[in-house]
Nanobody, 117 residues
Framework: QVQLVESGGGLVQPGGSLQLSCAAY????????MGWYRQAPGEQRELVAR???????SYADSAKGRFTISRDHAKRMIYLQINSLQPEDTAVYYC???????????WGQGTQVTVSS
């Protein structure tokens, strides 16, 4: 059983910062590639960033420079730091996990980020 629980979303003014957190309730955290996706109203869900067990991170082009993904092995958590938030960053942000053994994927329930003045 895999459970992902996001937190940290909210209403932020343009130019502000936010850190999203995801707690991963899994038996072997090291066997999962973790990531963040987002879905804006009326849009498809899109990848924001992913991170491997070794800490290798990759970002969507739209996320490079303002987004930083990180991973805490001891706490079994991942984070997404978002700086210089813009209205177009408004979306539901989802935590994602992929089991490297089976490629099975899992999703959190999502956390809303709204950027507005």
């Amino acid at each position: 059983q895999v459970q992902l629980v996001e937190s940290g979303g909210g209403l932020v003014q343009p130019g502000g910062s936010l850190q999203l957190s995801c707690a991963a309730y899994v038996s072997m955290f090291s066997l999962y590639i973790m990531g963040w996706y987002r879905q804006a109203p009326g849009e498809q869900r899109e990848l924001v960033a992913r991170i491997t067990d070794g800490g290798g991170a990759s970002y969507a082009d739209s996320a490079k420079g303002r987004f930083t993904i990180s991973r805490d092995h001891a706490k079994r958590m991942i984070y997404l730091q978002i700086n210089s938030l813009q209205p177009e960053d408004t979306a539901v942000y989802y935590c994602h996990a992929q089991d490297i053994r089976t490629t099975t994927t899992y999703w959190g329930q999502g956390t809303q980020v709204t950027v507005s003045s």
